[in-house]
């Protein structure tokens, strides 16, 4: 085994392996795995690697930050969180509620794995119908006020479901948020209110656009950009 560290990559390990047929990549959030065939190099395993670094990139993101939901509280930020409370009866009956408009709590089966994919994406699929009633709340609240604050007035907010777009602003001053805009950092949730805002007054993506959000993000616009990135929708 030969382990080579790159600088976007990061720690690769290469492995030989008699059985395999060809060059195979392997990625976990700490490091990356490749098989190299019988016949095969090094050299020519390190070129498939560095074929790959933008998949190797986005893939170790994706595997970093994926959620998993385990018993207890889970504060996304300082008002929206997520208890998940073992539940020691008999029946298979998964419940939630939504409290004091952003803390969510969803009673689990203690005799369920919590672990396992089919409670992870029932927990997930709780969760999103919990966001509906938060969001409503939180966003159409938020967007409200900093609208007025920032004298850039709306026509009206709508929550979505949206999972590929946080937000969108019509060019009659709609504004529609995705209601899993609320699982982020508040500063972020502001920002992309922000911009949509800013819509309102430049339709396009131009340079006094970004003037515009950036001044109204007290100069951080590209650090807030940089760290939208870090998430997904869902
Ligand atoms: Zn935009």
């Not at 492995?15 to 795995?33: D, G, L, P």
């Not at 009633?133 to 907010?157: C, E, M, W």
Request: charged residues 30%.
């Amino acid at each position: 085994m030969k382990e080579i560290v790159y600088p976007e990559i990061g720690k690769v390990f290469y492995t030989k392996s008699n059985r395999a047929k060809a060059y195979k990549i392997k990625v976990s959030s700490k490091e990356v795995c490749v098989t190299i065939p019988a016949l095969g190099t090094i050299k020519q395993a390190e070129k498939f690697v560095l074929s790959k670094k933008d998949w190797i990139i986005k893939t170790k993101i994706k595997v970093a930050e994926k959620i998993i939901y385990s018993f207890g509280l889970k504060k996304f930020n300082d008002k929206v969180s997520l208890n998940i409370i073992p539940q020691k009866e008999q029946n298979n009956l998964i419940t939630y509620k939504v409290d004091n408009a952003t803390e969510m709590t969803i009673l689990f089966p203690q005799k369920f794995d919590i672990n396992s994919d089919s409670s992870q994406e029932q927990i997930k699929k709780c969760l999103e119908k919990l966001l509906s009633f938060v969001a409503k709340h939180y966003l159409l609240d938020r967007t409200v006020n900093i609208s007025s604050q920032l004298g850039l007035p709306i026509n009206s907010v709508k929550i979505s479901s949206a999972k590929t777009r946080w937000g969108s602003c019509s060019y009659r001053n709609d504004i529609n948020l995705s209601k899993f805009l609320v699982l982020l950092p508040e500063h972020l949730i502001d920002y992309i209110i922000i911009h949509e805002l800013c819509h309102t007054k430049h339709r396009n993506h131009g340079k006094d656009f970004h003037q515009l959000v950036d001044f109204h993000c007290a100069g951080k616009e590209k650090e807030f950009a940089r760290e939208l990135k870090r998430y997904r929708v869902f």
